[in-house]
């Protein structure tokens, strides 16, 4: 990893921003929560705070923000999202497509942290790994609270074995999911 940080970091920033846009949309989608409002508002400003810091390494090591880049892993995991159904089993999926996302950062971010040589780089990636913690249960959390009408675990469940076979093409690039 480290023949390459500057790929990492890049890939690492754009996907703070993303995770940012995420959480904004599904507060466009389902604005008539407040609570999910204002948690998901605050998890935003958290996400876009983790990219100027991200952004804030890459300039003090003297690297590039590259172009923003394509996460494959997101794009096959968003494959599993109800796209028909009602709305609230399109939140609920859109909630836990969140969690399950924030879960596997909490893992790379993890494994960063223990395998990375740069002592800086490890802790902010062991502080990142707790944050994206955070924003799996609140993700998951949410779906839970509002998805009385939906089985979560048994969708919960589902989506962890779907996940499993997707991941399963991941773990050679230099990118955090991938």
């Known amino acids: 990893m480290e023949k390459n940080l ?59 923000l590259g172009r923003e880049r394509k996460d494959s892993y997101v794009n096959e995991l968003y494959k599993f999202m109800n796209k028909g159904g009602n709305r609230l089993q399109s939140m609920v999926d859109r909630l836990l497509f969140s969690a399950m996302i924030e879960a596997r950062s909490c893992e790379r971010f993890k494994l960063l942290s223990e395998e990375i040589q740069d002592p800086e780089l490890a802790k902010f990636y062991r502080d990142l790994m707790i944050s994206e913690a955070g924003h799996y249960t609140t993700f998951i959390g949410f779906a839970r609270k509002y998805g009385q009408d939906v089985d979560v675990d048994k969708r919960w469940k589902e989506l962890v074995e779907f996940e499993a076979e997707v991941i399963q093409n991941y773990g050679k690039e230099e990118t955090i999911h991938g």
């Open 6 to 64: 500057e790929e990492i970091l890049t890939d690492h920033a754009w996907c703070e921003q993303k995770a940012a846009t995420n959480a904004i949309t599904i507060i466009t989608l389902n604005s008539e929560y407040p609570d999910l409002v204002t948690d998901l508002l605050l998890l935003a400003q958290e996400e876009l705070v983790h990219f100027q810091m991200v952004h804030d390494i890459i300039k003090e090591r003297g690297y590039t």
